[in-house]
C-alpha cells in the first residue's frame, strides 16, 4: 500500500472499510456507475470525491450541478475539522486542493451558454420535451421530413413554428405523399412550443452549437478539466433538464471514436437527479437510453447516475451498473422498504453482515460500497467510510464563479448567438416572391439554404427500428443519405461548425451511430 492513499496509480480512492481502502479501478471506470442515498446521507460528497479523483488521473468530467454544492470544485478546500478528523480516521492527512473547472450553463446567467439546433435535438427528443402524445409525435416527424425535402434548416424554436405554420398552410398537398396532418393537431404542438418558449428554452436552441472536443480538454498539469452545469433554474423544468442530457449523451456517443478498453475513460458522465430521465419516458425513448448506456462505455465514456432510489433506475439500465455506491435509506412506508430490498439484493453479499439492514443503519458520510475488480467482477460489498474530497465542499460566492468563468479559454467562443439564415428566413423569402403560388403545394429544394434541419441520432434511430418511422430512406438532391422520419438522420456537429464558420451548406443527413451508428 502506497504512503498516501490517495496516490495509488490506476486506482481513485473512495473510501475505507474496516480493513482496507476501497478503490475505483480506473481502467473500468467506463463499466458505469451509480450513487444512491436519501437527502442528505452524503451522495454529493462521494460525487466530488470521485470527479476530483477522475480529474487527477486526467479524464474530463462533466456534471450537472442540481444545487449549487459543486462549484466548489473550482476552489480550493478549507479544513473544515469534520474532513480533518475523516482524513485521520482513514490513516491519511487532508491536504486542499483546487481542479480545473469550466462552468456551463443553458441560460447563459451563470456559465458559458450551452446551445443546439433543433436538428440535432431531432424528433424524437423534441417530442417529449413538448410532452406529444404520439399522433402529435408522428406529425412532428412529419414536420422534420418536410423541412428534410425543402432545404429548411431547423436551427431554433422560430424555425419549428414557421415550419409547422407551413405544413399547416400545405395540408392538402402534403397529405398524400407523408401521410395525414391534422391542423388541430399543428395547433397542438405549437401550444407545446409556447409553454416551451415562456421555460426559457428559446435561450438553448440556437447557434453557435456546443463543440463536444471544449468537455474533454485538460489543463496544463494534465488533470481533466470538469464541466459543471449550473442546473439549480434548469431544474424548474426537468423534462428539459433531462432530455438536455441525454441528448448531451447522444452527441457524445456520435463523435468519439471507439476506443474499447482504456487505461482510463476520456470522461465520466454525471447524472444527478436522475430519475428524471426515466420518468414517463416512451418505450422508443426507454429503448434508446439502454442503448447509450450499454454502448457508450466503448467510446471511453463512463456513465454514473446519481438518485435517492434504486428503483428509480430501471432494471435493464441497472445492470449495467457495475460501481457502486450506496448511502442510507430509510424504510418508513412498504414502498421505502422495497426499496432498502431491492438496494440490498443488488449487490454481491458480504457475510459478515445483513446488507439491507446496514442500508438504514449508515451514518452520513459512511456508505455501502463495490466497486469492479480489475477482472470486472463486482466486488463483495463492504461498509466504507467516503474519503473527505480535497477541494471546496459547497457554493462558491458570485465573484469566484465570475473569475473562474473570465479566466476560462472559452470567453467569447459561446457568448454571442448567431442568427443565420435557416427555416423562417427563407420561409419569409418563398411567402414574399412566391405568393401567388404559395398554395401550390411544397416547394422545390433550396440549394442555398443550410441543410441541418434534421437529426435525433440514436434517439431517433431507434424509434425507427421499433416501427415507429413514417417514411423509409433514401437520397437528397445533392446525393446524401435521407433521414428516417423518426430522426435516425442528423447534421454532423463537426460538418455543422465548418459550415457556420464558412457560411455554406451543412450535411445533413449523414446517419449517426447508436446516436447515430448502429446501422453503420
Known amino acids: 500500500m502506497a504512503d498516501d492513499p490517495n496516490q495509488v496509480e490506476g486506482k481513485i480512492l473512495v473510501g475505507k472499510s474496516s480493513d482496507a481502502y476501497r478503490y475505483l479501478n480506473l481502467p473500468l471506470g467506463n463499466r458505469h456507475g451509480l450513487v444512491t442515498g436519501a437527502t442528505g446521507t452524503g451522495k454529493t460528497v462521494t460525487l466530488q470525491k470521485l470527479a476530483e479523483g477522475f480529474s487527477n488521473a486526467g479524464t474530463a468530467v462533466f456534471a450537472a450541478d442540481v444545487k449549487g454544492d459543486l462549484s466548489g470544485l473550482s476552489q480550493p478546500g478549507d479544513s473544515k475539522p469534520p474532513f480533518v478528523k475523516r482524513a485521520q480516521e482513514l490513516g491519511m492527512q487532508y491536504t486542499p486542493d483546487t481542479f480545473p473547472v469550466v462552468f456551463w450553463d443553458v441560460f447563459g446567467e451563470q456559465g458559458h451558454p450551452i446551445r443546439a439546433t433543433i436538428s440535432e435535438m431531432g424528433p424524437l427528443l423534441m417530442a417529449r420535451l413538448l410532452e406529444l402524445n404520439d399522433t402529435q409525435e408522428g406529425v412532428l416527424n412529419i414536420v422534420f421530413r418536410v423541412a428534410d425535402d425543402n432545404g429548411l434548416a431547423l436551427l431554433d424554436l422560430k424555425d419549428l413554428r414557421a415550419t409547422l405554420q407551413f405544413v399547416a398552410d400545405n395540408a392538402s398537398t402534403l397529405t398524400t405523399k407523408y401521410g395525414n396532418v391534422a391542423i388541430a393537431t399543428v395547433g397542438a404542438i405549437q401550444r407545446q412550443l409556447l409553454v416551451l418558449e415562456n421555460q426559457g428554452a428559446e435561450k438553448f436552441f440556437g447557434e453557435p452549437a456546443l463543440d463536444i472536443a471544449d468537455f474533454l480538454r485538460t489543463d496544463r498539469d494534465g488533470r481533466g478539466v470538469i464541466n459543471i452545469l449550473s442546473a439549480d433554474k434548469l431544474m424548474r423544468s426537468p423534462k428539459l433538464y433531462a432530455t438536455f442530457l441525454l441528448w448531451m449523451l447522444s452527441e457524445l456517443f456520435e463523435h468519439l471514436p471507439e476506443v474499447g478498453d482504456a487505461d482510463k475513460p476520456k470522461l465520466v458522465f454525471f447524472f444527478d437527479e436522475a430519475h428524471l430521465l426515466f420518468d414517463d419516458a416512451p418505450k422508443s425513448l426507454m429503448t434508446a437510453i439502454e442503448q447509450v448506456v450499454r454502448l457508450i462505455r466503448s467510446k471511453g465514456v463512463g456513465v454514473y447516475f446519481v438518485t435517492q432510489n434504486p428503483l428509480d433506475v430501471p432494471q435493464t439500465v441497472l445492470g449495467q451498473l457495475g460501481n457502486r455506491v450506496q448511502h442510507a435509506l430509510r424504510a418508513f412506508t412498504p414502498r421505502d422498504q422495497k426499496a432498502v430490498k431491492a438496494a440490498a439484493d443488488t449487490f ?94 411544397a416547394a422545390a429544394p433550396d440549394n442555398q439554404a443550410a441543410e441541418a434541419s434534421s437529426g435525433g441520432g440514436i434517439l431517433g434511430q431507434i424509434g425507427g427500428m421499433l416501427g415507429n418511422v413514417l417514411g423509409g430512406g433514401g437520397t437528397t438532391a445533392t446525393g446524401k443519405r435521407q433521414r428516417m422520419s423518426t430522426g435516425e438522420m442528423i447534421v454532423r456537429s463537426a460538418a455543422q461548425s465548418a459550415a457556420r464558420s464558412m457560411g455554406t451548406q451543412i450535411t445533413r443527413a449523414i446517419l449517426r451511430g447508436v446516436l447515430g451508428g448502429l446501422s453503420r
Open 348 to 441: 454481491r453479499q458480504n457475510p459478515k453482515f445483513d446488507t439491507a439492514t446496514v442500508i438504514m443503519q449508515l451514518g452520513v458520510g459512511e456508505a455501502l460500497v463495490s466497486m469492479l475488480d480489475p477482472k470486472g467482477t463486482p466486488e463483495m460489498v463492504d461498509r466504507a467510510l467516503i474519503a473527505p474530497p480535497s477541494a471546496r465542499v459547497g457554493p462558491v460566492t458570485d465573484a469566484e464563479r465570475a473569475a473562474t468563468i473570465k479566466g476560462s479559454k472559452l470567453v467569447g467562443k459561446y457568448d454571442t448567438a448567431i442568427d443565420r439564415e435557416s427555416a423562417f428566413e427563407i420561409l419569409q423569402k418563398r411567402a414574399a416572391g412566391h405568393a401567388d403560388s404559395a398554395a401550390g403545394g
